[in-house]
């Protein structure tokens, strides 16, 4: 009776991932509609919505866009979306947009210092150029960011299914219960950290206090070093990117303060058991404790760098609104693929010595794959752009809190979800090979 039960989860594990993998098949080839395109015009004070259907951007019938009950339009940039509002297909900034403007009706155009001023007589009324009617139907067409979001989705879903069926193999069978099923091993995870709470607390103050031991500047040092590392990039980056991003030094500290954290996390993992080779040989302590208590290390030293950042957002007057609130998920998401990763790259760290070497060099070609010194949407081209912000986490989750933080959108939410999803099963995964495997450690180390 019991193998049969174990032969009906195995083929019940065999099944979610055919219709995983077909699920996947079907999204890729699917011929999905056009997208409908909304228009947003952006100016100081509000931003206008132009809904177009995929019908009427086939016909090419939106060429002129008119507002009412106006003597002054002044347009700063123009925003593109499909069928996601939340995510963002293309961005016209002023100087680009001028271009595309091939005739005021009963009015005028003027190019100002940071926008384009239409005038008129209560009514204003311009038309694009062509080529502007095919960039909006190129982007009408084109649905890959929809069909990478779908995808990781599905695959998601998929993994989740397996754990799940893992886990009812695990409660119904008794011969699998306490062999790192995922009930055993997320209990046990529970209890650990009820358990060494105290702990990971009391050894990331104490490491915190040990950095700066010595130190004549203190804490300063944690206000500091992010600070003249934004003004190095500010000044290298500027000249050339700071033209097309407005607050362009805050645009920069706020992305390399979430990079710093990403980035000190998983460098950390990849050595952590040889670093702390006297503690895990001499006495046992589950080893996400110590990956932990670094992370909060990190997020204290995080959290006093905000004071400048604060500072920042008062000085250049942004505007703080409700969007905000997405701050934070981006914030929880980056932190928990911080630590799934991490306790993955942990592990192999063990084994393999030249990982730290790779893992370096791959963080640093990350760093400036993530947009953190550029406007992922504006800089890279089409599709490099959509597809930088679905395929590469660290570009979308900063993305989504500089949109959140500096211009009060909701940006990316499907992108931050489908991580959302991603990341719980890298931390699963994670948490099992270290269980699994930790014994092994101190043979090796």
């Keep these: 009776m019991k193998k049969k039960s174990k032969t009906g989860f195995f083929l019940a594990r065999i099944l979610i991932i055919l219709s995983g993998v077909i699920g996947t098949i079907l999204i890729a080839i699917y011929p999905f509609d056009n997208r409908n395109i909304k228009i947003t015009f952006v100016t100081p004070e509000e931003r206008q919505t132009v809904s177009l259907s995929n019908d009427v951007i086939a016909a090419g019938q ?14 700063k940039k123009i ?23 091939s005739s005021v009706d009963g009015g005028t155009m003027n190019l100002a210092e940071d926008a384009i001023v239409f005038s008129g007589d209560g009514r204003i009324s ?17 649905i890959i960011q929809e069909r990478l979001i779908l995808i990781g989705i599905a695959m998601a879903m998929t993994a989740m299914a397996i754990i799940f069926c893992n886990a009812l193999q695990e409660k119904y069978i008794a011969e699998n219960r306490d062999n790192h099923g995922p009930i055993y091993e997320i209990k046990r995870f529970c209890i650990d950290m009820r358990k060494y709470w105290q702990y990971i607390i009391f050894s990331a103050r104490a490491d915190l206090k040990a950095e700066v031991a010595d130190s004549y500047l203190n804490r300063l040092w944690w206000l500091l070093e992010p600070f003249f590392n934004m003004l190095v990039y500010v000044i290298v980056f500027g000249q050339v990117m ?9 645009f ?13 996390t998983i460098a950390y993992s990849v050595k952590l058991i040889r670093s702390n080779k006297d503690i895990v040989t001499k006495v046992y302590i589950p080893k996400f404790v110590i990956l932990f208590s670094n992370m909060i290390l990190n997020l204290l030293k995080l959290l006093f760098s905000m004071v400048v950042l604060i500072v920042m957002l008062a000085v250049f007057r942004i505007h703080i609104g409700v969007n905000l609130f997405w701050f934070f998920p981006a914030y929880l998401v980056m932190i928990m693929l911080a630590f799934g990763a991490g306790m993955i790259f942990l592990h192999f760290g063990v084994y393999v010595d030249d990982l730290s070497y790779a893992i370096g060099i ?66 699963y995964i994670g948490i099992h090979i270290v269980y699994k495997n930790e014994n092994s450690y101190v043979k090796v180390v």
């Design 62 to 75: 939106f060429g002129t866009f008119t507002f009412n009950d106006m003597e002054e339009f002044t347009l």
């Design 79 to 101: 925003l593109v979306y499909g069928k996601w509002e939340s995510i963002l297909l293309k961005e016209f900034n002023f100087g680009e947009i001028a271009p595309y403007v």
């Design 126 to 142: 311009f038309t694009m150029t062509p080529s502007f009617i095919e960039v909006i139907k190129d982007l009408s067409a084109t």
């Design 242 to 250: 700071g033209r097309s991003v407005e607050n362009y030094a805050t």
């Design 252 to 264: 920069v500290f706020s992305a390399l303060l979430m990079w710093n954290f990403f980035n000190k």
């Design 362 to 427: 791959l963080l640093n070609m990350l760093m400036f794959l993530s947009g953190i010194f550029y406007d992922v949407m504006t800089t890279l081209p089409e599709p490099l752009n959509g597809l930088m912000l679905c395929l590469n986490p660290v570009a979308g989750l900063i993305d989504t809190m500089r949109q959140a933080l500096l211009y009060n959108t909701a940006a990316n939410l499907p992108i931050l979800g489908m991580w959302f999803l991603i990341s719980s099963i890298l931390c």
